[in-house]
Structure formats: structure tokens, C-alpha cells
């Protein structure tokens, strides 16, 4: 099982600045990687697949990089509806699996 | 538009089962490879088991192999997860989507497992 670690857990960031979260693979998938936003009683919503490509409609201040087992994800210029959680989940190999999650609150 | 709707869920004793499905539209369902995916209460996302498009490959996480079998019926564009011997651990909410990453997500549906 590849095991995903991110970091950190929580984040506290003042509107309008950016955001840095890390994702990182126990071992390589490649750049299998996506990225998820979840709001409180909400379903995840995809933002980033392929490490770095943004789903249909997500806004340009969301980006992903990375490849191998070292991923990020940047948020610039946070909004107020940016503060939530997101995971990352690897599609590389057989058994998918998520990250634990980075909490994105207000500083 | 892809649509996917997650029902069967419910309230079931310890050591009871579940079967939940998964209803598809939008797409062509026996060509896409299928997951389901769940949420315990205050918890993050984990990936349960998966299914090839035509249901003959089949992948289960370590903490639900043995006890959950993953299925589908592409003549009813329908995903099921056939739930045993249920424990405390696997309450969460259910959803179904993509085996590779999951860009269309349902409601999904709430298992509780208490006695």
C-alpha cells in the first residue's frame, strides 16, 4: 500500500495571502496524483488531477506540482470560500489512497 | 451530465450486512472503471475497493478485504458494495465515483453500524 502523508495539518492563513500544502508518496506514482477541497457538510470536489491539471472550473489560483513522490499544492491569493480541507489521493498503483488532509483555516 | 447516486445505507447491528448501490448516468458506464470511497464521522476520505469496467478485477482495501465484495450490473448502470460483517469502524458515509480520480461525486450514503 502506498501511504500519503501531507503537511502540514493544520494551516492558518490571512485572506489574500497564498498557501503551500505538501503531499508526499511512500513510494513513486508518478504524477498520478489529485487533489480534493471539502467543505463542511459537503462532498470533496476534484481541483487537481495528474499532479498539476486543473478539473473543469477550478479557478487559476489553484495549482498543483510535483511528480514522483513529492507533490504540492499552491493556493494564491486565498478567498474566503478556499478556507477547507484538502486531500491528496494517489491513482498509481492498485489500492488507491488519501492523504490524512490539510486543514485550511483563518489566521 | 454524469450523475451518480449512492443509496442503501442505514442503520445495522454489529456483525450485520449492507448492500449499497450505486446508480450511474451520463456516461458510458461499462467502460469506466469504478471505486467506492467513504468518510467516517470527523475523519478524512479512504479509498475502500474498486472494480475493472466489466467487473471481472476487483481491489479491496486491507481493512474491508474479506468482509466487503465490490460488483456491478453494466446492464442496469449499477455499482453495489455487498457489505459483512459489519463493525463500529465502518460507519461513514459512502460515495461512489472514478477508479482513477474521482471528478463527479454523489450525496453518497450513511452507513451506521451500533447496536
Known amino acids: 500500500e502506498v501511504v500519503m502523508t501531507q503537511s502540514p495539518a493544520t494551516l492558518s492563513v490571512s485572506p489574500g495571502e497564498s498557501a503551500t500544502l505538501s503531499c508526499r508518496a511512500s513510494?513513486?506514482?508518478?504524477?498520478?496524483l489529485a487533489w480534493y477541497q471539502q467543505k463542511p457538510g459537503q462532498a470533496p470536489r476534484l481541483l487537481i488531477y495528474?499532479?498539476?491539471i486543473r478539473a473543469t472550473g477550478i479557478p487559476i489560483r489553484f495549482s498543483g506540482s510535483g511528480s514522483g513522490t513529492e507533490f504540492t499544492l499552491t493556493i494564491s491569493s486565498l478567498q474566503s470560500e478556499d478556507f477547507a480541507v484538502y486531500y491528496c489521493?494517489?491513482?498509481?498503483?492498485?489500492?488507491?489512497?488519501f492523504g490524512p488532509g490539510t486543514k485550511v483555516d483563518i489566521k | 451530465e454524469v450523475q451518480l447516486v449512492e443509496s442503501g445505507g442505514g442503520l445495522v447491528q454489529p456483525g450485520g450486512s449492507q448492500r449499497l448501490s450505486c446508480a450511474a448516468s451520463?456516461?458510458?458506464?461499462?467502460?469506466?472503471?469504478l471505486s467506492w470511497v467513504r468518510q467516517a464521522p470527523g475523519k478524512g476520505l479512504e479509498w475502500v475497493s474498486g472494480?475493472?469496467?466489466?467487473?471481472?478485477?476487483?481491489y479491496y482495501a486491507d481493512s474491508v478485504k474479506g468482509r466487503f465484495n465490490i460488483s456491478r450490473d453494466n446492464s442496469k448502470n449499477t455499482l453495489y458494495l455487498q457489505m459483512n460483517s459489519l463493525r463500529a469502524e465502518d460507519t461513514a458515509v459512502y460515495y461512489c465515483?472514478?477508479?482513477?480520480?474521482?471528478?463527479?461525486w454523489g450525496k453518497g450514503t450513511t452507513v451506521s453500524v451500533s447496536s
Open positions: 513510494q513513486s506514482v508518478s504524477s498520478n
Open positions: 495528474g499532479a498539476s
Open positions: 451520463g456516461f458510458p458506464f461499462s467502460s469506466y472503471a
Open positions: 465515483g472514478d477508479y482513477y480520480y474521482m471528478d463527479v
Open positions: 489521493q494517489q491513482y498509481n498503483h492498485w489500492l488507491r489512497t
Open positions: 472494480i475493472s469496467g466489466s467487473g471481472d478485477i476487483t
